[in-house]
């Protein structure tokens, strides 16, 4: 079943496409995210209002892809001029198209991923996340990322290939970044091992039992991630065995990569602050 455009979301992006767009260019851009229909009939933001809630009736779309299509220039256009509303703050103090869009998109649940997805928000470790990311200045991290949060929908093996992916890419940087020798196998596994064991994550070493328990949950998890990676991910041809991944599977899996990621990056921080 399709999830519909909130009716919160549609009426500010009525309103921005209202004044940043002319009849001829809001006919364009809905045609080219996939709009069904012809354009309705009435003022620019009547006109915007009434294509949307057509999207939303429309069994053959799905709603939040068109949606993404349809605001992908407002997120990420660089600014042209005061007209584009995209700097911080606007001249009436108001938000910026940008952030009003998502922040009504939050307040549904919702969030914009670079190049034009709209998905679930996967709540606070994916977004403190995505801040180490930008911080640590780490592309092929924020490729996965991205990668991940973009297909939790549309493609859920995917999006499970890209969560194992963001552990394995931190744990070769950090390796790279500290001159430690590279394992001969770079699967998730072996730069795991080699990583957890050089910040100290070993149950063995910690004398608090709960931490002790936490940390070997740990290591299972990290496998697991692993493992299904290898057997139900789209990085591997599938066997015998059909794994029926859900959307909900994908988002257990990148907040699990998620959180031990930033687990990783927060341990990693102390060290590469100067001494």
């Known amino acids: 079943m399709s999830t519909p455009i909130p009716q919160a979301v549609i009426a500010v992006c009525a309103e921005i496409m209202a004044r940043r767009e002319t009849h001829a260019t809001l006919d364009s851009l809905f045609m080219y995210a ?8 009435g003022s620019k933001h009547a006109k915007a209002l009434e294509w949307m809630r057509i999207i939303n009736r429309t069994e053959s779309v799905e709603p939040l892809r068109v949606l993404g299509s349809l605001i992908e220039a407002y997120m990420e256009d660089e600014p042209k001029s005061s ?15 940008r ?12 969030q914009y991923v670079k190049g034009g997805a709209i998905t679930g928000a996967l709540g606070t470790a994916s977004k403190t996340l995505e801040d180490f990311i930008k911080e640590f200045n780490a592309p092929a991290l924020e490729h996965e990322f991205t990668r991940a949060l973009s297909n939790v929908e549309k493609s859920p093996r995917e999006a499970v290939s ?3 992916n963001i552990l394995e ?7 790279a970044e500290n001159g430690l020798a590279m394992p001969a196998k770079q699967d998730l596994k072996p730069v795991w091992s080699v990583v957890r064991k050089d910040l100290g994550f070993d ?9 002790q328990t936490i940390l070997t949950g740990l290591l299972a998890i990290v496998d697991g991630i692993g493992a299904l990676r290898t057997h139900a991910s789209s990085a591997h041809g599938a066997g015998k065995i059909q794994y029926k991944l859900e959307p909900r599977h994908a988002r257990l ?5 998620h959180t031990i990621t930033l687990f990783i990056l927060e341990s990693w921080r102390p060290k590469k602050a100067p001494q």
């Open 34 to 41: 996939g709009a069904p229909g012809e354009p309705p009939e």
């Open 83 to 97: 007209f584009w509303n995209t700097s911080p703050v606007s001249e009436n103090g108001d938000l910026p198209d």
């Open 99 to 110: 952030e009003r869009l998502r922040a009504v998109l939050a307040r549904s649940d919702l």
């Open 162 to 164: 890209a969560a194992s």
């Open 169 to 175: 890419s931190v744990c070769k940087v950090y390796i």
């Open 203 to 211: 149950p063995g070493a910690v004398e608090d039992q709960d931490l």
């Open 253 to 257: 899996s990148i907040h699990a990569a």
